[in-house]
């Protein structure tokens, strides 16, 4: 199985504050389709995951634009541009571009 | 608007099933696959399967093959899942999610059941 690697595994960080969070695959997850099914999500606490990006790069509806991401390959960031106080909790990468799919160990964003 | 609606606790006895339900409203609900995802504090989130409910094709990850048994309702627009012989490493948050096929990833999710596997 594609094994995601996400750091770092905790973030510290202020109201306004730019972070990145890294996730590295052990396999390319371009896909023979030339898509790339790699994807952000956040777990605020005590709720289920919710989708922020898709395919890389692809905002998801109502999704603020603070949020991007970037990569190709396997190395792949996703990019928060001043922090808010609603984007505590944990991201996580997931994949879909292997059998089975595949998420990493999240990332949890918290406040400094 | 989307919904998915999921049973919010099982208590169940180790070695004995339990069958859990995602009942969906706001959409079509043979035009998107669901998935099936478990969450734990030790092994994170772990995909376990698809179903397309139209055809009732399903896919499983090899983990879970023989453990889990996806199938739907269409009539009723519900998805479900049966754990079988249930252990202390089946606790757990099971969510159901709805598949935007076009780039494989799951846009809508469910609240998740919680299993508890006790005696």
């Known amino acids: 199985d594609v094994v995601l690697t996400q750091t770092p595994p905790t973030l510290s960080a202020t109201i306004g504050q730019s972070v990145s969070i890294s996730c590295r695959s052990s396999q390319s997850l371009l896909h023979s389709n030339g898509n790339t099914y790699l994807h952000w999500l956040l777990q605020r606490p005590g709720q289920s995951p919710q989708l922020l990006i898709y395919?890389?790069?692809r905002l998801e509806s109502g999704v603020p634009n603070r949020f991007s991401g970037s990569g190709s390959g396997t190395d792949f960031t996703l990019k928060i541009s001043g922090v808010e106080a609603e984007d505590l909790g944990v991201y996580y990468c997931?994949?879909?571009?292997?059998?089975?799919?595949?998420f990493g160990a999240g990332t949890k964003l918290e406040l400094k | 608007q989307v919904q998915l609606q999921q049973c919010g606790a099982e208590l169940v006895k180790p070695g004995t099933p339990v069958k859990m339900s995602c009942k969906v409203s706001?959409?079509?609900?043979?035009?998107?696959?669901i998935s099936w995802i478990k969450q734990t504090t030790g092994q994170g989130l772990e995909w376990i399967g698809y179903?397309?409910?139209?055809?009732?094709?399903?896919g499983y990850n090899e983990k879970f093959k023989g453990k889990a048994t996806l199938t739907v309702d269409k009539s009723s627009n519900t998805a479900f899942m049966q754990l079988s012989s249930l252990a202390a490493g089946d606790s757990a948050v099971y969510y159901c999610?709805?598949?935007?096929?076009?780039?494989?990833?799951?846009?809508?999710w469910g609240p998740g059941t919680m299993v508890t596997v006790s005696s």
């Open positions: 997931v994949q879909g571009t292997h059998a089975p799919n595949t």
């Open positions: 179903i397309y409910p139209e055809s009732g094709s399903t």
């Open positions: 706001g959409y079509t609900f043979t035009s998107y696959v």
């Open positions: 395919s890389v790069s």
């Open positions: 999610a709805r598949v935007a096929q076009d780039y494989w990833y799951f846009d809508f």
